[in-house]
């Protein structure tokens, strides 16, 4: 198995983590008291939970002050961590992993908690994420077809850890292979570039 070109067991992990952002639910509940957004966001780099000795470079800020504006969360830098609303914690983490000039950046199952108009909203800001020049690879974990965007283009199909199906979302994301994969009857739709479902 190979990442970011470098085969497991012939790489040191600890190199190769410097490479990946990561943003979960574990992560998120780390930062609920005690750290303002913007701490958060310039602890990245470091891999620490907020800032305790470690001193983030003049371009760090300056990068994290474009974040807030590309995250768009600008005005929230002061606010403590857990008094943000779940999605707002969601992109500061998101900003978080970024400043440290990831190549791949997981995102697993990052809509958990959210309501329907927090969710959508959280999926737009990802979408003008991905316009950026230096956006990284994204990797998105999760169990709702619905939440995948137009701007990714293959899925990986999983049952009970076994791939169903992979390659162009396209080819991926139909009524046959989600119903393999959920053991149930599925019809889905494609509609502006994302995929519906509902019970055939």
Not at 119 to 147: I, N, Y
């Amino acid at each position: 198995m190979e990442v970011l070109g470098k085969k497991f067991g012939s790489f040191d992990l600890r190199e190769l983590r410097k490479e990946i952002g990561w943003v979960s639910l574990d992560i998120q509940y780390e930062f609920q008291r005690g750290y303002s957004a913007e701490e958060v966001v310039l602890s990245g780099p470091f891999a620490s939970v907020g800032l305790r000795t470690e001193a983030p470079t003049e371009r760090q800020r300056e990068r994290a002050k474009a974040l807030f504006e590309v995250l768009e969360i600008a005005g929230l830098e002061s606010r403590q961590f857990h008094t943000l609303s779940f999605g707002e914690q969601k992109r500061v983490l998101i900003g978080r992993a970024l400043l440290g000039e990831p190549k791949l950046l997981v995102l697993d199952e990052p809509c958990t908690g959210l309501d329907f108009k927090s969710r959508e909203e959280f999926l737009g800001s990802l979408q003008g994420l991905a316009t950026q020049q230096d956006s990284p690879t994204l990797l998105f974990v999760t169990h709702h077809v619905e939440e995948i965007l137009p701007f990714m283009t293959h899925a990986l199909l999983l049952k009970k850890g076994e791939i169903v199906a992979s390659g162009e979302k396209s080819e991926v994301l139909t009524s046959k292979h989600l119903s393999e994969a959920l053991d149930l009857q599925i019809a889905v739709q494609e509609a502006n570039g994302r995929y519906w479902t509902s019970v055939a």
